[in-house]
Each structure stands twice: as structure tokens, then as C-alpha cells.
């Protein structure tokens, strides 16, 4: 098939990952694959880096007015959609494939001009998470562009069922909603190291690692697990890794120096996505302390993929890959000391760590959780609307 990929996505992070990851399953399943986006597509050593962002868009952000710029991004839909309009004309593509972002209107425009298949790709309910976290200016607009959107599309692919539940709720019908999750590169993953070499590469070859990936925020809560690495339930060898950068790091690393901890905890800063593996080999205990209720985190299938002894928190969202005792410990994030008494029991566990980095690592396949599963339900979901006699557009009513 002719894919026209579209997105709106400048930030170098996990959602770089997500891009970049499809577009080359996509390509090595054999399709072509057209990319319309800011700057174009990016080199392949351009790739994402794990805990960076673009500096130039929240300088933006921050010195514009909220209306100003929010005004701005739905200005950007005219300019994306004549690109998209461009690229349609050359490519003549089988389907439009875009990642949702707020006040993006190109792809529907362009699906009710030229009736071509239109799939939606939805990692978060945008106008909710940004009046809930930045502040939006003109809310009513921000939601009638998502609903419209929303609703426009022929599929809408939101990454977990509990973001699906919130997308049918704004008037998305049940058999227009197919969830797929994040997923893995099992190729770029089995290059990793043995945990030993991992370990011994850091220079903590006897250590207990506990680890935690990402651009790591306030909200994540590893100000708990730095607390908990004083205290004594914490085995004189542990060692915390954080792999990645954020806005909450200089806070983080006060509270460690202001604990005396050291070099018992310690940031990578921002590294290429090529070297996470080589870190996450090194975890014993694999962090996600805290997750936003209708995330899919790209985190987990990295744990997931290299075996690691996960401590999460139980909720729906997490539920839906995660089974507590089987592939991961999951506490309750309202009970006080929980995530701490499981950081304890799995400390010194190494039988348990070992069981439930089996059941981690079996969960990749029993799940088909990886990029190229992913393109495969993509690309069956693009040729069955394709190959309908009709296609029909959901209600776009204001």
C-alpha cells in the first residue's frame, strides 16, 4: 500500500520513538510510505533522543500569549493541509495515516476532499491534558477541533481501551475504534548487553540497579523512590539510575545530595535512543512510579522487552498489559508506602525479580507487542477501508 503518514510532532522524545518506529515497520512490511511534517522527515541520525524536547517550541509557547499561540496551531492546519494536498497529488496514496494533535485539522480536510481512507492515530485526549497541566485559552475551540476531528476519522486508533472509552464518549462509534498500544523494536533490543556487562559498564558490578527511562516530570514521583534509596529497607547496594532528562531533574538531584546518597543515584542525561538498551540491561528493578490514567508508556514495553522486574501502579491503563505477580508487582498509588513495600520486597527477592522478569519478556510475544504488529494492524485496518464499496465519514457536526 501508499501510506501518507502525517504529524505535527517537533519534540525529539517518546513520541519520536512512536513516529519513527511506525514509519519504518510500515517500510520494511514492503509499503511506501509518503511523510508530511514540520521540517519534513527526519534523517535517520536524526533519531529521537530518550528525555529531550525542542527547546524553540516552548520558547514559543512561553512567550506568546495562550489565545496567540493556540490560534497559531490551528492556522498551521491551512499551511499542513495545501502540504498534504500537494503530497496527495504526487503520491496518489491508498489512505491517510495522521497522529492527533490539538487543533490539527489537515487530514480531515484533506479525507473530505478527496474521500481517501483516514486513519487517526490518538495518544492522548489533548484539550483535557493541557487545560489539566499547561492551561488552554480558548477551551470550547480546543474541544470542537478535537471532537471534530475525532469524529471524522474512518478509524480511530486510540493506545489503550481506557483512552478509547474517553474518545467514544465525545461520539465515536464502537466499530470505528480499534486500540494499539505502544509497542517494541525487538531487533534494536536484542542487541543489549547481559545485565552483568550492563552493570559493569556503569561501574556498579555488585549493585542492586533500580531504573527509571524517560523525560521524567514532577508528577512521576521518583522523589519517592530517592527518599526510599535513604531509608533502611533499602539494601546498602542499591544503585538508582535515571535514564534520560526533565524538568523535574535539578529538584531530584538536590533532594539526593541533600540525602547524602551520592553516586548511589544517578542521571545519563539526554542520550540517542540507540543507547537505551545498553541502560535498561543494567535495571534489576524497572521504575514507573506513576502514569497518567489513559497512557500507554513507552517505558514499560522497554521493560517489558529485556526482561525486568516492573513496580507500577495499579490502574486500568496499566491493567491492560501488566498482570500483578505475573509480569510485574503493581501497587495502589492512594495507599501511603505501598510502592515503597514493594521496592522493599523486590529488593531482596532475587527469586521474585527473576520470575517476573520471565513473565515480562513472554508478555512481548503473548501480546504482540512490537512496531511491526503494530503496522500489520495498520495496514489491514487501511486495506479493508480501501477495499469497502464505501467509505463513509462519521458526524462532523459542530
Given at each position: 500500500m501508499k501510506i501518507l503518514y502525517h504529524h505535527r510532532t517537533?519534540?525529539?522524545?517518546?513520541?519520536?520513538?512512536?513516529?519513527?518506529?511506525?514509519?519504518?515497520?510500515?517500510?520494511s512490511l514492503g509499503h511506501e510510505v509518503m511523510v508530511v511534517a514540520p521540517g519534513g522527515e527526519s534523517a535517520p541520525e536524526d533519531k529521537a533522543r530518550m528525555g529531550d524536547d525542542v527547546g524553540w517550541v516552548q520558547r514559543l509557547r512561553a512567550r506568546l500569549p495562550k489565545w496567540v499561540y493556540e490560534l497559531l496551531e490551528l492556522g498551521y492546519s491551512l499551511l499542513a493541509y495545501r502540504r498534504l494536498a500537494r503530497a496527495a497529488r504526487d503520491f496518489?496514496?491508498?489512505?491517510?495515516y495522521e497522529r492527533y494533535n490539538l487543533y490539527l485539522l489537515a487530514g480531515l480536510l484533506l479525507r473530505r476532499r478527496t474521500g481517501l481512507p483516514f486513519l487517526l492515530e490518538v495518544n492522548a485526549p489533548l484539550a483535557d491534558e493541557r487545560e489539566r497541566f499547561g492551561g488552554l485559552a480558548l477551551p470550547r475551540l480546543a474541544r470542537w477541533a478535537e471532537g471534530v476531528v475525532w469524529r471524522g476519522a474512518d478509524i480511530v486508533l486510540p493506545v489503550t481501551r481506557v483512552l478509547g472509552d474517553m474518545v467514544a464518549a465525545r461520539g465515536v462509534p464502537d466499530d470505528r475504534l480499534v486500540v494499539v498500544p505502544n509497542g517494541i523494536n525487538e531487533e534494536h533490543f536484542a542487541a543489549a548487553p547481559t545485565p552483568a556487562d550492563a552493570k559493569a559498564a556503569l561501574g556498579w558490578t555488585d549493585a542492586l540497579v533500580l531504573g527509571f527511562t524517560g523525560f521524567v516530570r514532577d508528577w512521576h514521583g521518583m522523589d519517592r523512590v530517592i527518599r526510599w534509596m535513604a531509608s533502611a529497607s533499602a539494601p546498602i547496594n542499591a544503585r538508582l539510575l535515571l535514564v534520560g532528562d526533565g524538568p523535574a531533574r535539578a529538584d531530584l538531584e538536590a533532594l539526593a545530595s541533600e540525602l547524602k546518597l551520592g553516586d548511589r543515584v544517578r542521571f545519563t542525561g539526554v542520550i540517542s535512543r540507540d543507547d537505551v538498551p545498553r541502560h535498561v540491561a543494567a535495571f534489576d528493578i524497572a521504575l514507573q512510579p506513576a502514569v497518567v490514567a489513559y497512557?500507554?508508556?513507552l517505558k514499560l514495553f522497554e521493560y517489558l522487552a529485556l526482561g525486568k522486574a516492573i513496580v507500577a501502579p495499579r490502574q486500568p491503563n496499566i491493567e491492560e498489559v501488566l498482570e500483578?505477580?505475573?509480569n510485574a508487582l503493581l501497587f495502589d498509588p492512594a495507599e501511603a508506602g505501598a510502592l515503597e513495600g514493594l521496592l522493599a520486597r523486590l529488593a531482596n527477592d532475587a527469586a521474585l525479580r527473576q520470575r517476573l522478569g520471565e513473565g515480562a519478556l513472554a508478555t512481548i510475544h503473548r501480546l504482540n507487542l512490537t512496531w511491526l504488529g503494530n503496522a500489520e494492524r495498520v495496514v489491514a485496518l487501511a486495506r479493508s477501508l480501501r477495499d469497502a464499496p464505501a467509505s463513509t465519514l462519521g458526524d462532523v457536526k459542530v
Open positions: 517537533a519534540s525529539k522524545d517518546g513520541q519520536a520513538v512512536h513516529i519513527e518506529e511506525m514509519i519504518g515497520s510500515l517500510r496518489e496514496p491508498d489512505a491517510i497512557a500507554s508508556p500483578d505477580n505475573r
